[in-house]
Structure formats: C-alpha cells, structure tokens
C-alpha cells in the first residue's frame, strides 16, 4: 500500500511563508554565562543532550496511550487497510484463474465472470481505502490535539526557572512541529508499517506457496534490505536529530530577531542579522540536502532490491514454465504479486525515516513533559481565606532569605525584612544587587534557596499557590500585555472582577487612556500590547496589579515610564491605596520614594539599613550615593522635604 505522497517530508517543498510554523526543534543547550554577574541571554544558554548509544522508542511508546481513546476508530482503520490489501492480493490470484483457465480454453463467459470479480475487488478496495483515510484523519488530528494541550498545560506548571533556561522558540516547535512529525508517524508511518510488513509476509508466504524455490528467491531479498536498514536507521537517526537542533536555533534567530526588530533597526544591524539568519539558514540547508541524499542513497537501494529479484524471477520463471514446474497463468500471478512487493519494500526507507523522526520528536517532547514543577502546592498546604479588599493587609517576612540561580552565586545572602501590616516599604539598592529577585520570591516565581518568607506568620509554602497568587498583587517594571482585549489583559488575575473594580483601578493607575482607544476596553491591544506607549503599558500593568486591592502588592518601579505630571496623579491615587495594603516597592526614582513609609538599602545581598527615607539620608552614606546615582538633586530634595 502506497503511502500518501502529500505527507512524505522529502517530497513535500516548504513554503517559505510556512517556515517559522514547520521549523523544528532541538534539545534545550546550555553552556554556562561567561560572566556570572551578567543577566543571562536566553539563547546564549545552551546545552545539547547527546543522543543514546543505541536509540529506542521508548518516548515513542510512552505515547501509546494517547492512541487509546481511539483504539475503537484504529481497530477499524486496520481492518479496512488489510482488507484493502486483502482484496488487491487477490486480483493476481483472479488473473492466474482467468490466464490457466478461460483464456487458455477461450471460455469467454467464464472470462467476464472472472473479468467482473477483478473489477469488484477493484472497487471494493477503493472503497476501503476510503474508509481507512477518513478514520485516519480524525483519530490523528484529535490525537496530537490531546498531546499538544497536555504539553501546553505542563508549560503553564512549570517554574520560570523552567523557562528561563529554554528558549522560547524551541517550546514553541515542540508544540508544533514535532506534533505533526509525531501525527505523521503515528496516522501513517505505523500504520503503514503495519500493512507493509503483513503485505510482504502474505505476498511471500503466496509466493512460495506457488513456487517454493522462486519464492525463496524473493524472501532471500530481504536479508541485503534487513542490512541496508540497520546501516541507514542509525546515520538518518543523528541526522535528522541535527537537522532539528538547527531548526530550533534559527527558530529562535527568527524569534528574537522579530521581538528585537526596534533595536535591530535602531542600531542598523539589519545587514548582521541577514547574515546570522544567512549563516543559520544555509547550515540548515547543508544538513537537510544531507538527509535528503541519505534517504535518496537508502531509497535506490531499496527500489534496486525487488527489481532485482524481478528480474531474477522472470529468468528462473521462464525456464520453470519451460520445464512444465509452472504454468504460465502460475507465473503471471507470481510476477504481478511480485510487483505488489515493490511498493512495500521501496516505501520501507520513508516509513523508517518517519520513525525516527518521531522517535527524536517524542524523546524532544518528553525532555519538557519529564521535567517535573518545582514550585508545587505542599501536600499539606492550605488556601488563604479571603481578605483581598477587606483593606486588612498582612505582614510579610523575610526570614534569613537565601537565593541564587541556578550555576550562579548567591544573589540574596541572609535577608532579614519585615513588613509591617498595611505598611508600604521600598527597596533600594545598586543596579543588579538583586531587587527584582527578592520581589519574584513573594508571589514565589522563584522558591527560596535557604530560609522562608512567612505572610502573616506563615510560610508561603504552606500556602496553596493559588490562593498565594490571588493575595498578592504583582507588577514588573517590563510591563506584559498579552494579546487579547484591554478588558482580558487588566483581569488576567481576576477573572471574577466587576466592571467599578476595573473603573477604579483604571483610576488609580491613570489609565483612563482606554476608554478614548477604538472600542474602549473590548479593544485588542497588539502583541506584547506594542501598539502602546511604553508609559500606558506600564499603567495598565499596575492597573492589573491593583484589581480588586490585593492584600499584598508587589510592585517593581511601577512608575519609571511615567512623565513628571502623570507621575504625581499616580503616586496621589496609589497612595490611598497603600495606606491599607501591605507593600513592597522597588524604587528606583527618588521620586517615588514619597510613597513609602520605609526604605531598605539592600546591598551585597543583604538588607544594609532600614528606616524613613530622612533618616537613611541622614545616618547611611551608601543610601545617599545610591539614589544620587539613581536621580538628581532636585528629585532627592523633593522627597526630602
Ligand atoms: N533569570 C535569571 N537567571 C539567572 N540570573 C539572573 C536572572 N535574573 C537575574 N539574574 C541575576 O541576578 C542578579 C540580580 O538581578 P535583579 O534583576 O534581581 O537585580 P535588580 O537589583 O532588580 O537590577 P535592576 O535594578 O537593574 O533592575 C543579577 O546579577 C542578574 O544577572
């Protein structure tokens, strides 16, 4: 049976307009930063997993189960492909009857009976082939989108740590085009597999059945094709997993060169990119031509093989008629069920390739669904009560806090910090001391290395993660919208919110801006919201933070985008709403140090000094010339007075 010509990767072409969607994967690589104090470039981490001395599906096999809801479909699916091939076997065998007999003793009525059973099995193969595609299509299709979401889910599980590490563009084709290599593999290389190898040993075992010595000719055909496939089966396997590491990379060239275009452009290095992508993609060129001419030198092996063997027979055929061992309708049936084999034998190469593309595509798959979230609910942990908008507030601690990244030093040495109930503190410190790190532990992006961080009096793993979330309000200073309505981006935590909860918070962050955009708030707000100011992004952001007045709001300069003016409209409405939550800023402006109760200076990891801004003004040398660094003159005498 002759694979679907459509769905052969080396015989397709890929549009260019498709590339980024067909671009595939490679392992997440790592090599380490150079600099340990520099914050890591995503695709500058790299590591490569090598692949196993000897390759076995077991990534492949793990998926059989999601082959089970549709065990139903695919019995039937088998069964209309072998009785497909049922019937196209016994077309030779009507030939052979209609040959010895009715031809050679010109019986035409026997012959049109004959002649119309040939036609009936024609049809009826048609038919089932039919059948087999359509059940085909739809178990594959809803099979790779179970996959595909339960990949997606354990993506949203995973720890940032997770997604830190990994780039972007390589999740990205896992979760598309290894799904289709895998759908592909699955809806026809194994089904295929499966036909042809029953084909082969039906056609064989006829064949000797017909004449013993011809059809051990035959059969001894498949001991060169069993050592061309050994060789071929561990070259294609390397090559096509390198080809997939190099699709990854310009994946993520692709990727970032987009996210990037403003700076690329801005600082004119369109002409170097070209020639990265230039570089990547002719790389990627190279290792595709050569999988292609390695699967070109397996398949001219294999057509080579029955071609052969056909020939061979149509000698030592002739010469048994001659004997009077075979009759001639005997040796036209043996040759035309000899030419059903040519199929079969030279598709063997296309369905041995999608295997193990498939097996790299599962192996790549499994490399993210075998990696296990480490930040999880504790089995005890508990959910907290609803106090978000009751204006109580909670005390957040940080107790002997220690944090590093992964292969990095320590950022947080010992942090010892309370905020007090209602209380609004600011962080400050150098750039790079660790600001942004000690705010990611409190909605516990990241978990603490050593020592915990307890909201009233609890340690935050004890908290169920949901729960944890819902308390506490956050925002960063790069300002995330998502694509969707400005309405979905301000309530992605908050689903519940009503429309005052959003008016208000609109209010208070300044961004009244939204009900002057096209369709107000059901406007959909390009990707990464770029098709807004830097300033309305970031007030929408905190709009989103203080939704519903989270009982703990954690905010990373919050305001840095924000124009003098706009500046103090916010700083005016946040401060009514910390006079009743518990907060955390990070400041970077002095400016914006006006909104604190206290100050504490985090240096060398540690928390150096706390107190009222005046005060460290007045008694740490360290926390003047930080923020004179950070501001001029006039903003430090502005929160001074
Ligand atoms: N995801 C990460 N993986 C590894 N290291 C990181 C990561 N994020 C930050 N770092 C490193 O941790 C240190 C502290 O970074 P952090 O962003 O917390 O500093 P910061 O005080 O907020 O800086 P800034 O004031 O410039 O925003 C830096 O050395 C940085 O390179």
């Given amino acids: 049976m002759a694979p679907d010509r459509d769905d052969d990767p080396t015989v397709r072409a890929l549009p260019a307009s498709r590339l980024t969607a067909r671009l595939s994967t490679c392992r997440p690589r790592f090599s380490g930063r150079t600099d340990p104090s520099s914050r890591p470039h995503r695709s500058a981490r790299r590591f490569r997993v090598p692949l196993p001395a000897n390759p076995l599906p077991r990534n492949l096999w793990r998926l059989r189960r999601y082959l089970r ?12 492909a072998f009785a497909a091939t049922g019937a196209s076997i016994a077309v030779p065998l009507v030939i052979r009857h209609a040959v010895d007999g009715p031809i050679a003793h010109r019986e035409p009525t026997a012959l049109l009976r004959l002649g119309g059973l040939a036609l009936l099995l024609g049809l009826a193969e048609a038919a089932l082939i039919f059948i087999r595609r359509w059940v085909q299509s739809s178990s594959a299709v809803g099979m790779e989108s179970t996959i595909r979401d339960d990949l997606y889910a354990h993506l949203q599980r995973l720890h940032i740590g997770f997604h830190d590490r990994w780039q972007s563009g390589q999740l990205l084709s896992r979760i598309t085009s290894d799904l289709s290599v895998i759908r592909r593999f ?42 061309a496939t050994r060789r071929f089966t561990r070259a294609y396997l390397t090559a096509a997993r390198r080809l997939q590491d190099e699709q990854g990379d310009l994946a993520t060239l692709i990727e970032e060169s987009a996210q990037g275009l403003r700076t690329i452009k801005a600082f004119g290095r369109r ?67 000899q030419l059903m084999l040519i199929w079969p034998i030279e598709s063997l190469a296309w369905i041995i390739a999608t295997a193990q593309e498939a097996m790299t595509a599962a192996d790549r798959i499994y490399e993210v669904l075998d990696t296990r979230p480490t930040v999880v609910d504790r089995p005890a942990a508990v959910a907290l009560s609803s106090a978000a908008g009751t204006g109580r507030g909670d005390a957040l601690r940080f107790d002997e806090v220690w944090f590093g990244y992964p292969q990095g030093a320590p950022v947080l040495r010992g942090v010892e910090l ?53 308390r506490v309000g956050v925002a960063f200073e790069e300002a995330t919208l998502f694509s969707m309505s400005v309405w979905e981006n301000l309530t992605l935590g908050r689903p519940d919110a009503d429309e005052d909860e959003v008016r208000a918070a609109l209010a208070v962050a300044q961004a009244d801006f939204v009900y002057d955009l096209p369709w107000g708030l059901t406007t959909r707000i390009g990707e990464q919201g770029l098709s807004l100011s830097g300033g309305q992004r970031q007030r929408l952001a905190l709009a989103r933070a203080v939704l519903g007045r989270p009982g703990v709001l954690v905010l990373d300069d ?26 955390l800023l990070v400041v970077h402006r002095p400016s914006t140090i006006a909104l604190a109760d206290r100050v504490a200076l985090l240096a060398d990891g540690r928390i150096t000094a706390v107190g009222t801004h005046s005060e460290l003004l007045h008694t740490v040398p360290a926390y003047r010339s930080v923020l004179s660094a950070a501001g001029d003159t006039d903003d430090l005498g502005l929160v001074r007075s």
């Avoid at 809801?69 to 209309?80: E, H, T």
């Avoid at 503190?425 to 790190?437: D, E, F, N, P, S």
């Avoid at 500046?567 to 518990?582: F, G």
Wanted: aromatic share 6%.
């Fill in 271 to 337: 002409p170097e990119m070209t020639r990265r992508f230039g570089v990547g993609a002719h790389q990627l060129h190279d290792t595709a031509t050569g999988k292609g001419r390695l699967l070109a030198r397996t398949s001219a092996q294999f057509d080579l093989i029955p071609n052969l063997t056909l020939g061979a027979v149509l000698v030592a055929g002739a010469v048994a008629v001659a004997h009077g061992s075979l009759t001639i309708g005997e040796l036209v049936a043996f040759v035309t069920l």
């Fill in 186 to 227: 699955l809806s026809f290389g194994l089904l295929f597999l499966v036909v042809n190898t029953t084909t082969f040993l039906s056609v064989v075992t006829l064949l000797i059945a017909l004449h013993w010595g011809l059809g051990l000719l035959v059969a001894a055909g498949a001991v060169p094709l069993f050592l």
């Fill in 558 to 583: 919050p305001l840095s985008a924000l124009d003098v003016h706009t500046e103090a409209l916010v700083e005016q409405a946040l401060a009514r709403i910390l006079r009743d939550t518990t907060a």
């Fill in 418 to 470: 309370t905020v007090q109930p209602g209380e609004t503190l600011a962080i400050v410190g150098a750039t790079g001391c660790g600001k942004t790190t000690l705010l990611s532990l409190v909605p516990r992006l990241y978990d603490v290395t050593a020592g915990r961080i307890t909201l009233d009096g609890r340690d935050i793993r004890d908290i169920q993660l949901d729960s944890l979330r819902r």
């Fill in 69 to 80: 809801p549709y065990a139903g479909q695919l019995v039937w699916l088998l069964l209309a």
